[in-house]
């Protein structure tokens, strides 16, 4: 079976950092398109950033682009989000994602459990 | 970025009704559109795919169509389980963008 599961969440203050794991399991990591979602609490869903494995290639939505930094360790099937210079507006239940059939231009066919991070002083 | 609008922001509808919900993207997206449904305290769950696509495991009451600029999702019969949020994504290019949600009420 397929599981997405994110961790690293927590209270940090404004201009702080924090990293979030995202462990995989049930599948090819290393083919597989894995994307970072984020829902701020009562509202939408945001799309954060994107790696494709194989060729390592990633991308950031405007707003987090320059603080935020997605990386991967094949060897331990996990996929990380770091967080840098935190903002009220990052605050949010952070989903890890896999792309649907490993494609990036697809939709989100498996989500883990969020992990939520707020900032505040 | 392309911008995603879904009508209606809520819906309010009884079991067995038929509900429509649109999405409109602010620039073309080929058939790029794909249908969330989210019930709260849960994770966002792929219903459609590729505009018409049905996700493995997604009843087959829902149904998507369109092209371009203009997408709805179709559910048939509603069932007690579907009163959720719906979201529709375009998966054109990113910033991957989401519609604002359609909130599926009990009338």
């Known amino acids: 079976e397929m599981q997405l599961v994110e961790s690293g969440g927590g209270l940090v203050q404004p201009g702080r950092s924090l990293r979030l794991s995202c462990v995989a399991s049930?599948?090819?990591?290393?083919?597989?398109?894995i994307h970072w979602v984020r829902q701020a609490p009562g509202k939408g869903l945001e799309w954060v950033s994107g790696i494709r494995w194989n060729i390592g290639s990633m991308d950031y939505a405007a707003s987090v682009k320059g603080r935020f930094t997605i990386s991967r360790d094949n060897a331990k099937n996990s996929l990380y989000l770091q967080m840098n210079s935190l903002r009220d507006e990052d605050a949010a239940l952070y989903y890890c994602?896999?792309?649907?059939?490993?494609?990036?231009?697809?939709?989100?066919?498996?989500w883990g459990q969020g992990t939520l991070v707020t900032v505040s002083s | 970025d392309i911008q995603m609008t879904q009508s209606p922001s809520s819906l309010s509808a009884s079991v067995g009704d038929r509900v429509t919900i649109t999405c409109r993207a602010s620039q073309s997206i080929n058939y790029f559109l794909n249908w969330y449904q989210q019930k709260p305290g849960t994770a966002p769950n792929l219903l459609i795919y590729e505009t018409s696509s049905l996700q493995r495991g997604v009843a087959s009451r829902f149904s998507g169509s369109g092209s371009g600029t203009d997408f709805t999702l179709t559910i048939s019969g509603l069932q007690p389980e579907d009163f959720a949020t719906y979201y529709c994504q375009q998966s054109y290019g990113t910033p991957y963008t989401f519609g604002q949600g359609t909130k599926l009420e009990i009338k």
């Open positions: 994602v896999k792309a649907l059939r490993d494609n990036w231009a697809a939709g989100f066919d498996y």
């Open positions: 049930g599948f090819t990591f290393e083919d597989s398109v």
